[in-house]
């Protein structure tokens, strides 16, 4: 089974509207992370946002949120007001301490695309 | 700060060719990790340092794959021989010792490797 799963490929966004990319995982851990990443065309993958397994609160990130529903094993992102340099892959991954260690299981990644 | 940078940033051999890639961690980050994407697949785990020990070596493919990190600075990767399917990105990324799942792991750009 997939530990992380990302089912929306590809996507397109109208410029200044909120997009929610999805993310669903699965763990037996407790305690555990989730992390975004975003990956413009250049190919760097940058840091955009966390949540912990026991944090009560979303994350929030300027523009970026993460709607965690730690019951239903989701966390998706959510971009408000997309800009055109929004455009890239964006992945979710999950970092399990106690199941496998400090490595991230990464997602299959969605294509976000911002519409001028 | 400098971020993680590696090097070269694309490299092109042919099959039975040995390659080297480099990463150079952020200063003061003692866990190191080494990723790849190969083509239409997700980032997988590779290997992950903590200084120059490593600490987890089990998503390595095969013995053609050298990781060293001598000195707890900069790693290398070496693939000896190169095979088709080593085609990929490689990724690595760096991060300062944290005992919870908040962790967070800066990647580098990776380095993209096609093997002819």
């Known amino acids: 089974a997939q530990k992380i799963t990302q089912t929306q490929p590809g996507m397109f966004v109208q410029e200044k509207e909120a997009v929610t990319l999805d993310c669903t995982y699965d763990t037996s851990d407790q305690s555990y992370g989730l992390f975004w990443y975003k990956q413009p065309s250049s190919g760097e993958m940058i840091f955009l946002i966390y949540?912990?397994?026991?944090?009560?609160q979303n994350a929030t990130e300027g523009r970026y949120s993460l709607n965690f529903q730690k019951a239903r094993k989701s966390a998706n992102l959510v971009i408000s007001a997309s800009q055109l340099g929004d455009s890239a892959m964006y992945f979710c991954a999950m970092r399990e301490p106690y199941n496998a260690g400090n490595m991230l299981t990464f997602g299959g990644g969605t294509r976000l695309m911002v519409k001028p | 700060e400098a971020g993680v940078t590696q090097f070269p940033s694309h490299s092109v051999i042919e099959k039975g060719q040995t390659v080297t890639l480099r990463c150079d961690p952020i200063?003061?980050?003692?866990?190191l990790y080494w990723y790849r994407r190969v083509m239409g697949k997700e980032i997988k785990f590779l290997l992950h340092?903590?200084?120059?020990?490593?600490?987890?070596e089990s998503g390595m493919p095969n013995n053609r794959f050298l990781a060293e990190r001598t000195g707890g600075t900069y790693s290398t990767l070496k693939v000896q021989p190169a095979e088709l399917e080593d085609s990929g990105v490689y990724f690595c990324?760096?991060?300062?010792?944290?005992?919870?799942?908040?962790?967070?792991?800066?990647f580098g750009p990776g380095t993209r490797l096609l093997v002819l």
């Open positions: 990324a760096s991060s300062q010792v944290s005992k919870d799942s908040q962790e967070t792991q800066y």
């Open positions: 200063s003061g980050h003692d866990n």
């Open positions: 340092f903590v200084k120059e020990s490593k600490q987890d």
């Open positions: 949540q912990g397994s026991y944090d009560e």
